[in-house]
């Protein structure tokens, strides 16, 4: 489990994650960015060149669902003037990739594909959401269709877990 703290720079709200037991602190460069028009700026930090070729280290080295393939296309487009990955596109890549190396029915990809719609919508607003954040939120529960007890039964009770795994395959 995530340990969250929030500072405030100049008005500006940072998070610092440490995840689980480790010793390192993590800092969001999204929160950083929002006070400068992030999403601009992110998009155009992933159609780096160099941006992408660390990400590709970084994922070889900590996700054991890494989709090369899909990376390779990637990497052969970045840095080209035409070329721009968003996000939110990045969270679509890795979504594919997390799903296809579980055996999920039919059912549970349906669910997991509203889950990452959720995610993706407010990985420029948060760093991490829980199971019971968007569960309490109507508009999200909405989304889903689904009461947290149904879906935890789809996925044998243990939703919570699948979905941080889905989570921390988009690095959230």
Avoid: C, H
Wanted: proline letters at 1%.
């Amino acid at each position: 489990m995530s340990k969250n703290k929030i500072i405030n720079i100049k008005g500006t709200k940072i998070t610092i994650i440490r995840q689980g037991d480790s010793d390192y602190d993590y800092i969001s460069l999204t929160d950083m960015l929002k006070a400068k028009d992030g999403d601009f700026f992110i998009s155009d930090w992933l159609r780096n060149r160099n941006t992408v070729e660390f990400l590709g280290i970084w994922e070889r080295i900590y996700n054991p669902n890494f989709n090369y393939g899909e990376f390779a296309i990637i990497k052969s487009k970045a840095g080209l003037n035409n070329y721009k990955i968003s996000a939110k596109e990045w969270v679509e890549k890795g979504f594919d990739s997390y799903v296809q190396t579980y055996n999920f029915n039919d059912k549970q990809i349906q669910i997991l594909r509203d889950m990452k719609d959720i995610v993706s919508a407010n990985i420029t607003e948060k760093k991490k959401m829980s199971v019971q954040e968007i569960f309490n939120n109507p508009f999200y529960s909405r989304t889903i269709g689904r009461d947290y007890q149904e879906v935890n039964k789809t996925f044998d009770n243990r939703f919570s877990q699948v979905f941080e795994e889905l989570q921390s395959t988009f690095k959230v």
